[in-house]
T-cell receptor
Framework: GESVGLHLPTLSVQEGDNSIINCAYSNSASDYFIWYKQESGKGPQFIID?????DKRQGQRVTVLLNKTVKHLSLQIAATQPGDSAVYFC?????????????FGQGTILTVHP | DGGITQSPKYLFRKEGQNVTLSCEQNLNHDAMYWYRQDPGQGLRLIYY???????QKGDIAEGYSVSREKKESFPLTVTSAQKNPTAFYLCASSRSGHPPYGYTFGSGTRLTVV
């Protein structure tokens, strides 16, 4: 089956740097993408989402970029802070008979050093 | 405040015992999901329900059972047939329909076999 995957399992950055977390997807029919942040021992929290009719969406300190041509998704975090240290998951809508059901990638561990 | 509540936060199971994990939401969401997360791993779908009195198996349903008698509740039973149940269990809910929507997650239940 098709799935969402991440290029990098870990990412270490210095406080104040910008972080970029990447995600590849293989289902060309996917039309909804979402990023979650999971802190240790907690449930994932919504960060930002994007639909396939857009290629960029900005939130507070975060930007999601969608490149449908190469099936690539990225999350950019500006001025990364120690509180941003967490596991970040991308997810896609599976479409078809499972419309609305999200498929999650494996996750990237982001570590921010003071 | 609306949200999704999982209980208990920690649960210990003896070999051969069935245990039930609770998940309640007051978000008026139609769809609910159960995921399993092992250390350092992503989320794997156990069961999901898109409407009351209906549910479907996910990728790793063996050894688990669910019910959806009320819109607000989606309990998960980990049966003695599940040979390796020690994991972090996450419940989520979402609106259903077109376009797809992101999930709201609970804070998780950590199950340990003793």
């Amino acid at each position: 089956g098709e799935s969402v995957g991440l290029h990098l399992p870990t990412l270490s950055v210095q406080e104040g740097d910008n972080s970029i977390i990447n995600c590849a997807y293989s289902n060309s029919a996917s039309d909804y993408f979402i990023w979650y942040k999971q802190e240790s021992g907690k449930g994932p929290q919504f960060i930002i989402d994007i639909r396939s009719n857009m290629d960029k969406r900005q939130g507070q300190r975060v930007t999601v970029l969608l490149n449908k041509t190469v099936k690539h998704l990225s999350l950019q975090i500006a001025a990364t802070q120690p509180g941003d240290s967490a596991v970040y998951f991308c997810a896609e809508s599976a479409g078809g008979t499972s419309y609305g059901k999200l498929t999650f990638g494996q996750g990237t561990i982001l570590t921010v050093h003071p | 405040d609306g949200g999704i509540t999982q209980s208990p936060k920690y649960l210990f199971r003896k070999e051969g015992q069935n245990v039930t994990l609770s998940c309640e939401q007051n978000l008026n969401h139609d769809a609910m999901y159960w995921y399993r997360q092992d250390p350092g791993q992503g989320l794997r779908l156990i069961y999901y329900s898109q409407i009351v009195n209906d549910f479907q198996k996910g990728d790793i349903a063996e050894g688990y059972s669910v019910s959806r008698e009320k819109k607000e509740s989606f309990p998960l039973t980990v049966t003695s047939a599940q040979k390796n149940p020690t994991a972090f269990y996450l419940c989520a809910s979402s609106r259903s329909g077109h376009p797809p929507y992101g999930y709201t997650f609970g804070s998780g239940t950590r199950l340990t076999v003793v």
